[in-house]
């Protein structure tokens, strides 16, 4: 389906007038005829008026970012697009199947009698579709739970209208479905031997640390899939990223034990260069002759009070060390 474009009906003030003037000079007229007993006339007149009131129907008033989308007796006839008073043929019926649905996020798709505000037009505003929370396994196979948001608009009506049942409804599966295939190539953080872009080499991809780059994937994939149905996805937007309850805890208490591991790992590795420091100011400085079985004892009591997590309590030895 190709999407045609209205661009010789923006005559509504006219045909408005035009009618008006009919409408007036018929009753007139209806009025004049019937004093004078001419029926045959007063009939015509009267079809006349009947008709220009009829014609009224065809006129639409559209407001910026608003389409409407014109069928005739079935037969797809043109978009009107923009703001503007215009007139098409009374006969001409607008189609919008997701008028009076409601989708406030993914999965809550609801229909409503209610008449929307702009009735059956179109809107071609950015709107945004807020994911809900999905419990999805990363391809650790660790439960996460995680959350986007997606900006989306109407780009070709007739596409909207006509290739899908309800575009709205049609966006919110297909964000679900896109989501869950790329969270499942992404490790929560980032693991050794895991290839997330494809090409067979491994690398340090993870949805914590690639925020960006999986928002970036599942916009491409989203678009896509509802390439179809007219839409194009503006941006889209991680909201909420978690480990799953039951598993929070353990993964919290391995990110705590991989820190403690980093830091212990950065004190030792001063703690060795101050005791190698001190060795070489003493020996530079012939502050005292030490032997290995000294330099040894001397090392670990260093290391001792650089590397433990209490305050060293001293013991002050007054003989010799022998």
């Not at 019937?34 to 006339?41: M, N, S």
């Not at 009947?50 to 409407?68: N, S, T």
């Not at 043929?89 to 607008?94: D, E, H, R, S």
């Not at 830091?263 to 030490?290: C, Y």
Request: include cysteine; proline fraction near 3%; charged fraction near 20%.
């Amino acid at each position: 389906m190709t999407e045609k474009i209205l661009t010789k009906n923006k005559n509504g003030m006219a045909m408005l007038l035009i009618l008006l003037a009919v409408v007036v000079a018929g009753c007139i007229g209806f009025i004049w005829c019937i004093d004078r007993f001419h029926v045959a006339l007063a009939i015509l007149l009267g079809l006349a008026v009947l008709a220009a009131c009829v014609m009224m129907a065809g006129l639409k008033v559209l407001r910026p970012q608003e389409a409407l989308v014109l069928t005739l007796f079935g037969n797809y006839v043109g978009t009107l697009k923009g703001e503007g008073f215009y007139w098409v043929n009374p006969f001409c019926a607008a189609v919008n199947p997701a008028s009076g649905t409601q989708l406030n996020q993914s999965g809550d798709v609801k229909s409503t009698r209610a008449a929307e505000p702009g009735g059956m037009k179109m809107s071609l505003k950015i709107m945004t579709l807020s994911n809900n929370k999905q419990k999805i396994n990363d391809c650790l196979g660790n439960p996460v739970e995680i959350g986007i948001a997606v900006m989306w608009r109407v780009v070709d009506t007739a596409k909207a209208a006509f290739n899908v049942d309800n575009y709205k409804a049609f966006l919110s599966l297909q964000c679900d479905s896109a989501l869950r295939n790329i969270v499942r190539l992404y490790p929560y953080d980032s693991a050794p031997n895991v290839d997330t872009t494809g090409d067979g080499q491994a690398d340090d991809g993870s949805l914590r640390g690639s925020s960006e780059v999986v928002a970036k994937r599942i916009k491409e994939e989203i678009q896509s899939r509802v390439e179809e149905a007219g839409l194009e996805i503006v941006d889209a937007r991680i909201t909420y990223l978690a480990y799953a309850p039951e598993i929070a805890a353990v993964m919290l208490q391995r990110q705590q034990a991989s820190a403690i591991v980093d830091a212990r790992k950065l004190i030792v590795d001063g703690a060795v260069g101050m005791v190698e420091m001190a060795l070489e100011r003493l020996n530079e400085n012939n502050v005292v002759e030490l032997d290995e079985e000294r330099k040894a004892a001397m090392v670990s009591n260093l290391l001792v009070v650089l590397c433990g997590s209490k305050d060293a309590q001293p013991i002050v030895n007054s003989g010799s060390l022998y």
